[in-house]
C-alpha cells in the first residue's frame, strides 16, 4: 500500500457512489427500534421505483440524536427524518422525485446539530462503519501515511503535544506527555492499549464510535504506536458492546488487507498489529491497572501507581493506555495541525467532548461540542430543556466517579477545571438530566450501590466503607437517620475518598457529597431534628 | 439483535432442552471440540483465560465446576484462579439460566426515566426477584448495568432482543404471553 494506491481507492469509492445516498442509521440504539428491517425496505424502494442507478441506500454510523430515533437522512438536501418506520420506507424514496411522505420529517439544522462541532463524530452518520472504502474516500488513513513518511515519531509527540488534547476518559491527562513518557521509556516491546471499557451508566460516546467508525480510532492507535514504537496493540471493548466488537473486527480484518495494519505499513519498517479483547462486566476495569490485569487474564483488580502503566504495564513493559475518544482525535489534529486544535475549546482544555446527553431532557443523544461550552447551553439549546414540561434541577456528570451540579450552577462552562471547582468531574462524558421528580438522596444511593456492588474488594476502604455508606443512605432513606448520621456519612466520605486504593473508591463518595453540598434540604427532610 | 454477550448476569443461547447441559463430558455433542478448538487457537496460553471462559459460557449456557475444573487443566492453571475469574466477572455465570430471559437495565439513563418500575412490574408478573430463575427453570430475571442504549431509555432485552421506551404496563404484557405460551419441552 502506498498514497498513490490510498488515493485511487478513495477515487474508486467516490465513482461508485451514487448521486442520492439514503442514510439509515444502524446504531444499535436504532437497531433496537427496527433500524435493520427499515434499510431492508428503503432498498426494496429504491429499486422498485427503477432509481437502482441514482439512488443507494447506505448503512451509516449513528446520527446522534438517538431519541428520535430510528433516523434517515437523505443527501444531498440536509433531509432528516425521525421516528421512521418501515412502512415509511417507499415514501421515504417517492419525495425524492416530489413525492408525498408521512415519515416525521426533523431539522438538521436544530440547535441541536448546529451547535456541535464534529471531530472525533465527524464520519457518523455520514459513511457505512463496515467499508474501510468509504472511511479512506473521506479521508481516512491519510494522516497515518503523513505520520511516517512525513514526520519522526517525536515530531508525532511534539504535534500532539501542542494541540492541548488531555485524556478524554475522564481524568484529563495531557496526553503529549503520555506519549513522551511511553517514548522515553526503555523496554524491549511496547503496547498500545485502547480502553473501551465503557462502564459508566449513561455514557455511550465510545460504544457509537466505535460502531460508527471504528477505523477511525485504529487509524488513532496505529499513530501513536508510531509514536511510540510499539508494535503491538490492544483494544478492550466491554461484552455489552456486540456490535461494536463485530464492526471493530471486520475493521481490523479489511486494514490488515489493505496492508494498513501488520507488517510493514505503507511499505515502511513500522509494524502494527491490533487485537480485541472482550470484557467480562467489571466497571472497576475501567482504571488502567484492572484493565492490564483483565487482558492478562487475571481478576481486574487494580495495583498502586507507580510504577505507571508508561513504564511498567501490560506483561511489565511499557505501556500507552488512552481511551476510544482519545484515539479518535488523533488523525485530525496530525491532518490539520496542532494549532488548529488547539484554537478550540479553552485556555486549559482544548479542542471538543462528547456528551451522551440522556435522562428527563428533551432532546436525548450523542452532542459533540468544543470545551468550554456552558451547561445552560447544552442543557437548555441543544438539549432543549426539560422532558415532559418539567423544570431542571439537576446535571449529573462523570457517572458514580462524578458529582450532581444544581441549575443554579448552570453558567459553569464545560471544561476539566470548572467541572472540578464545583465538585464534580468530566468523566468519560456521560449527562444525566434530571427534574423535580428525581430524589436525590435516592440518585446518591443508587450510585453508591453501584460502586458497592462493582469494588473489586482489594483495598478495605473502598470494599467496606461503600457498603457502610450505602446503608447509612438506606437508613437515612427509610427515615430512620439521626443528625449523627448525617455527620458520620460525611467522614465516612472523606476517609473512604482519601485512603482508597484507585480511581473507583476515591470517586465514590462524589455523588454523595455533591448531594449534600448542594441539596442538603432533600437529606434534611429525610432526617428528623436535622 | 444484541446476543446475549448483552447483559450483566448472563442468559443461556442454548434451548434448555436440546443437550444436558453445563457438562462438558455429556457424549454425543461437539460442544467439547469446539471448547478445545478455542483453547488451542490460543496456543492453552493462561492469559487466553477470559476469552476461553466467554466461548465455555456461550456454548453451554454456564460454567459448571467441571467445567472450570476442565478449563483450569487444559491452561495449566490452578483451579482456584479459575473459580476466582469466574466468579470476578459479572459476566460469567455458574448456575443454569432459565429458557426464556429478560434483563432491565438500570443505567443510570434507564433509572431516571423509570428502570425501576420495569422491575417492580416484572418482578411482580415472574413472580420471581432479579437475578433469580423460577423453579421451573423457565424464566430468569435480570438487570444490566447499562446497555449504552441510553437513548431508547428505559431499555430492556427480552430473549435476546432490546428494546427502548419501555413501560411497566408492555412488559407486563410481553412477559405474560412469554410465561403463558408452552414450553418448547
Known amino acids: 500500500m502506498d498514497l498513490q494506491e490510498l488515493q485511487q481507492i478513495a477515487r474508486r469509492e467516490r465513482e461508485r457512489s451514487r448521486r442520492i445516498r439514503i442514510h439509515c442509521c444502524t446504531s444499535s440504539g436504532c437497531q433496537a427500534s427496527d433500524a435493520l428491517e427499515i434499510k431492508r425496505r428503503l432498498d426494496e424502494a429504491v429499486s422498485e421505483a427503477g432509481l437502482d442507478s441514482e439512488v443507494e441506500v447506505v448503512g451509516v454510523g449513528c446520527l446522534g440524536f438517538c431519541g428520535q430515533g430510528p433516523m434517515v437522512t437523505v443527501e444531498p438536501g440536509d433531509v432528516l427524518y425521525e421516528h421512521v418506520r418501515p412502512d415509511h420506507a417507499a415514501g421515504i424514496v417517492a419525495a425524492i422525485n416530489g413525492g408525498t411522505c408521512e415519515a416525521e420529517r426533523g431539522d438538521l439544522h436544530h440547535p441541536f446539530f448546529a451547535r456541535q462541532y464534529p471531530i472525533v463524530r465527524k464520519n457518523g452518520g455520514k459513511i457505512d462503519p463496515e467499508r474501510i472504502e468509504e472511511y479512506i474516500a473521506a479521508g481516512g488513513y491519510r494522516s497515518l501515511y503523513r505520520a511516517i513518511n512525513e514526520l519522526t515519531p517525536a515530531e508525532v509527540i511534539d504535534e500532539i503535544t501542542r494541540s492541548g488534547l488531555r485524556g478524554r476518559g475522564g481524568a484529563g491527562y495531557p496526553t503529549g506527555l503520555k506519549w513522551s513518557t511511553v517514548a522515553k521509556s526503555r523496554g524491549d516491546r511496547k503496547y ?7 462502564g459508566d451508566p449513561g455514557a455511550f460516546m465510545d460504544r457509537s464510535v466505535l460502531e460508527s467508525d471504528p477505523h477511525l480510532v485504529l487509524e488513532g492507535m496505529s499513530i501513536a504506536a508510531y509514536a511510540v514504537g510499539a508494535d503491538q496493540g490492544y483494544i478492550y471493548v466491554r461484552g455489552e458492546y456486540p456490535l461494536a466488537i463485530q464492526r471493530l473486527q471486520k475493521a481490523i480484518n479489511q486494514a490488515k488487507k489493505l496492508g494498513l495494519l501488520g507488517s510493514q505499513i505503507f511499505d515502511s519498517a513500522f509494524d502494527f498489529r491490533v487485537d480485541i479483547r472482550v470484557g467480562a462486566g467489571a466497571f472497576v476495569c475501567g482504571e488502567e491497572t484492572a484493565l492490564i490485569a483483565s487482558i492478562e487474564g487475571r481478576r481486574g483488580q487494580p495495583r498502586p501507581r507507580p510504577p505507571y502503566p508508561a513504564e511498567s504495564g501490560l506483561w511489565g513493559k511499557p505501556t500507552l493506555i488512552n481511551n476510544v475518544e482519545t484515539f479518535a482525535n488523533i488523525s485530525s489534529i496530525v491532518e490539520r495541525g496542532s494549532a488548529w486544535y488547539a484554537n478550540i475549546g479553552t485556555e486549559t482544555s482544548k479542542g471538543t467532548k462528547v456528551f451522551a446527553l440522556t435522562g428527563k431532557i428533551r432532546n436525548t443523544g450523542l452532542i459533540e461540542v468544543p470545551m468550554g461550552m456552558t451547561l445552560r447551553e447544552i442543557v437548555e439549546e441543544l438539549g432543549g430543556g426539560a422532558a415532559d414540561g418539567g423544570e431542571v434541577k439537576a446535571v449529573q456528570t462523570g457517572g458514580p466517579s462524578g458529582g450532581c451540579i444544581p441549575a443554579s450552577l448552570f453558567d459553569t462552562p464545560v471544561d476539566y477545571e470548572s467541572l472540578a471547582k464545583v465538585g464534580s468531574i468530566m468523566g468519560s462524558g456521560g449527562m444525566v438530566v434530571m427534574d423535580e421528580s428525581t430524589n436525590m438522596v435516592e440518585l446518591a444511593k443508587f450510585y453508591m450501590e453501584f460502586c458497592m456492588d462493582e469494588s473489586c474488594g482489594k483495598c478495605i476502604p473502598c470494599r467496606v466503607g461503600t457498603v457502610q455508606i450505602h446503608r447509612l443512605l438506606g437508613k437515612i432513606t427509610a427515615g430512620q437517620a439521626t443528625p449523627a448520621d448525617i455527620e458520620q456519612l460525611r467522614e465516612l466520605c472523606q476517609l473512604v475518598r ?10 465514590a463518595p462524589n455523588p454523595v457529597i455533591s448531594t449534600l453540598r448542594y441539596f442538603p434540604e432533600e437529606y434534611a427532610a429525610l432526617v428528623p431534628n436535622e | 439483535m444484541f446476543n446475549s454477550n448483552g447483559v450483566h448476569t448472563t442468559m443461556s ?7 444436558t447441559r453445563g457438562t462438558p463430558a455429556s457424549a454425543g455433542d461437539n460442544r467439547l471440540k469446539i471448547l478445545e478448538a478455542t483453547m488451542k487457537r490460543n496456543q492453552y496460553r493462561p492469559d487466553a483465560l477470559i476469552e476461553v471462559l466467554h466461548k465455555a459460557q456461550e456454548i453451554y449456557g454456564f460454567l459448571s465446576p467441571s467445567l472450570l475444573t476442565l478449563i483450569a487443566r487444559s491452561l495449566h492453571l490452578p483451579p482456584s484462579r479459575v473459580y476466582g475469574v469466574a466468579t470476578f466477572y459479572h459476566f460469567f455465570s455458574l448456575a443454569p439460566q432459565g429458557e426464556h430471559t429478560c434483563t432491565i437495565c438500570l443505567g443510570t439513563a434507564c433509572y431516571v426515566r423509570g428502570a425501576g418500575d420495569l422491575m417492580a412490574a416484572a418482578e411482580d408478573v415472574a413472580g420471581v426477584s432479579v437475578g433469580k430463575t423460577t423453579a421451573d427453570g423457565r424464566f430468569s430475571l435480570a438487570s444490566a448495568r447499562c446497555l449504552g442504549a441510553c437513548g431508547i431509555a428505559p431499555a430492556i432485552i427480552i430473549d435476546g432482543v432490546v428494546a427502548g421506551h419501555a413501560t411497566p404496563e408492555d412488559i ?10 408452552p414450553s418448547e419441552d
Open chain 2, 172 to 181: 407486563a404484557a410481553r412477559l405474560t404471553a412469554l410465561l403463558t405460551t
Open chain 1, 498 to 507: 482519601d485512603t482508597s486504593l484507585c480511581g473507583l473508591g476515591q470517586s
Open chain 1, 192 to 198: 498500545i492499549v485502547c480502553n473501551g471499557d465503557e
Open chain 2, 13 to 19: 443461547t442454548l434451548p434448555a432442552s436440546s443437550q
